[in-house]
């Protein structure tokens, strides 16, 4: 439980404190299931394909165009073992405990991104100098340096220092840039430079508040598809109160932890999960609310809608909003080609990753390897149209797992069962909305949250089941 708890504190925030969560708890599983001689798990219906969909991902690596690296990339699928773990262990009450902790890590989060906007990041670069080592990676005035090879920076002076310290040749640059934050490595770095008293060969004294909050993570994205999840259940922990016992005071803790939660993923100006969260979130509203409530709480997320819409056009590129923006034009164009690759190996795919040593010779645009930013796209580019098959009976095999479970919570008025339930089906309504132009199944925090949601609600259910 121990290592459980350690997981659902740090996994809105850090994907290396929440796997060492997970493997204490793996460690403890071990040791309780040899003094029990029992791992405590019975058959489920996802068994066999998950069964399948690993042995499918090992046949697409052997068989990859490059099979040293998509082999290497199996050691991803580690990750389906939570699923397991929380079948196990996970009661109803330590469901319950375990929900409220993550959603409290996950609300910190949350009001730190509100700090983090208002303190700024970085410094705003206003002039670059000709012989600036920050010219190598086309730094543009208007950009703002924010970290230099992992380092925090807030000033000229903090960067010039960084640099006259370092005992590399070369630095990487975390840059915003008209509200991305964008990777510069590369930046070369001569012993002549730094000895000069300003080696970077900046100006600039602002700090930027036109970024795109991530929480203490570097990444943005993760965080959204985290906060949507974390969101949903903190919603469904409020409607089911609602629905069971009127207005009382766990449905306003819960609501407004899940305002907290979608004030954050409002600010990372992800417009994917902004709306993926308005969507499963309505969906669950309306199945549980009857009368007023729905049309106000309904009311209420097209108002969270609109303040998102307000943050992507005030954060984002001109023209974001109406996805005109380069961002859009780049996946749209990677999409396309990406699409008419799977064409090429339909059965197991081109190899997970292989693409990092194709990316220009496969005919993607741009410089920087990408992704197709689309789940059911990557699995079937990656591992061909089999894997996006065997997916998708995984989505619609948990989607109606969840339909029956909540049902059935909701006819026994089990409120903390039925909350959770409730905002798990939202979690999988909103992430399965946002994979089709996001890669959240590739995404290492969010699919090791998704197990932990699948296995913690098999888990109730079967509960559920055994108490009549």
Known sequence: MLGLLLYVAFAPHSVAASSIGVAIAIIGWIFRSVANRSTGLRRSRFDLVILLSLLWTFASAVLSAEPSISIRKLQASWVVVIFYLARAVVTKKSALLLVCVLILSASVGAIYSVYDLIRGRGVVVETISPTSPFQQVHIRAGDAVWRVNGKRVYSVSDIDQVIKSTSSESLTASVISVGEHVERPGIHISSETQRLQSPSGLTGEARSHRFRASGWTRHYETFAEVLQMVAQLALGLALANLSNHGPNRYFKVALIATGVLALGIALTAMRSVLL?????????????????????????????????????????????????????????????????????????????????????????????????????????????????????????????????????????????????????????????????????????????????????????????????
Not at 404 to 427: C, K, P, V
């Open 276 to 468: 993926a969260f308005g969507f499963g979130a309505s969906i669950i509203v309306w199945q549980s609310l009857r009368g007023a409530f729905r049309f106000v709480i309904t009311a209420a997320l097209f108002v969270i809608l609109g303040f998102g819409a307000v943050v992507v056009w005030q954060t984002r590129a001109a023209n974001a909003l109406s996805l005109g923006d380069p961002s859009a034009s780049l996946r749209a164009e990677v999409a396309r080609v990406g699409f008419s690759r799977i064409w090429l190996h339909p059965v197991f795919g081109h190899g997970m990753d292989a693409m990092k040593l194709h990316w220009t010779e496969w005919g993607f645009p741009g410089n920087d390897m990408l992704h197709l930013h689309s789940t059911p796209l990557q699995l079937a580019f990656d591992r061909g149209l089999p894997m996006l098959a065997l997916w998708l009976w995984l989505m619609i095999a948990f989607l109606i797992h969840l339909l029956r479970a909540t049902q059935g919570a909701s006819e026994l008025r089990d409120t903390n069962s039925y909350g959770i339930l409730l905002g798990a089906l939202g979690a999988l309504i909103g992430l399965l909305a946002s994979s089709f132009v996001n890669y959240n199944f590739g995404d290492s925090e969010v699919v090791m949250l998704f197990w932990w949601v699948m296995g913690m609600t098999v888990a109730i259910a079967e509960r559920m089941k055994a108490e009549g």
